[in-house]
């Protein structure tokens, strides 16, 4: 049996998110049932990070085992001409037994895209947020650092059914920044983990600074509450982007 860990980007417009769901086109479903077919049995797929319906990435990983031994630059040709347009898988690699792309990863990085000019194009808008209403942009700015560090993120967390297991809510963010490139205001933040919901939500909100209806305190104190689905509103899942997962040396 090999283990096999692949690197993939998709459009996440037309998929309810990354897990399975019965009846529903999601990236994991898929995945399984090209590999399915390629092992002639079923095939469990893992990812590194389960992003929600409308997310996109540009380097997701995922892995499964495999007996077929078709080598791992066919098995990437095979993969791509089974699958959709939408997903495609850049890079197949052998991997170790017990590799576990959530488990083993020490960061995510995510993206989040917001268009500021007053016309967005046809061929943005699948990929962005447009919010073209005044927006105190500096403020945003200021703001976005003030969530680096070990937080309890209970404030900036959707509802979900893992929360039934009482695990902890407590995530490390490495870096938290805002910039502008052209007509784009972007938010990239580096993270031990996330929560559902967790890097949209703190969009929502770093918007609501850039309005002015908060602060940076009320940012603070959000992070202290550790009162549930406080924060946000929840950006759309248009704008955001998984890109990049970091392993340790070795994997």
Excluded at 6 to 22: E, N, R, S
Excluded at 52 to 68: I, M, R, S
Excluded at 128 to 143: K, V
Aim: aromatic letters at 8%.
């Amino acid at each position: 049996m090999r283990r096999i860990r692949i690197t993939l980007a998709y459009d996440g417009t037309d998929f309810h998110g990354w897990q399975v769901q019965p009846s529903l086109p999601t990236i994991q479903g898929t995945l399984q049932s090209v590999l399915s077919q390629i092992e002639g049995k079923p095939v469990h797929v893992t990812g590194a990070g389960r992003t929600d319906a409308g997310v996109h990435a540009l380097a997701q990983v995922a892995a499964f085992d495999l007996e077929n031994r078709i080598p791992t630059d066919n098995l990437r040709r095979a993969m791509n001409r089974l699958l959709p347009d939408s997903i495609r898988v850049l890079e197949v690699r052998e991997a170790p037994p017990d590799f576990h792309p959530r488990r083993h990863a020490i960061s995510k990085t995510y993206e989040y895209r917001i268009w500021r000019g007053e016309i967005c194009s046809p061929f943005e808008r699948r990929y962005i947020h447009h919010f073209p209403y005044p927006l105190d942009e500096e403020r945003l700015i200021r703001a976005a650092p003030l969530l680096e560090g070990e937080h309890d993120f209970t404030a900036f967390a959707a509802t979900d059914e893992k929360d039934l297991l009482g695990g902890s809510k407590v995530r490390r963010v490495f870096s938290s920044r805002a910039f502008r490139e052209g007509d784009r205001l972007i938010y990239r933040v580096t993270g031990s983990g996330f929560l559902k919901h967790m890097v949209r939500n703190i969009v929502g909100t770093l918007i609501q600074v850039g309005r002015g209806r908060l602060d940076e305190d009320d940012v603070v104190a959000l992070l202290k509450s550790g009162k549930p689905a406080s924060a946000g509103p929840t950006a759309p899942a248009c704008g955001l982007f998984l890109i990049e997962v970091r392993y340790p040396e070795g994997l």
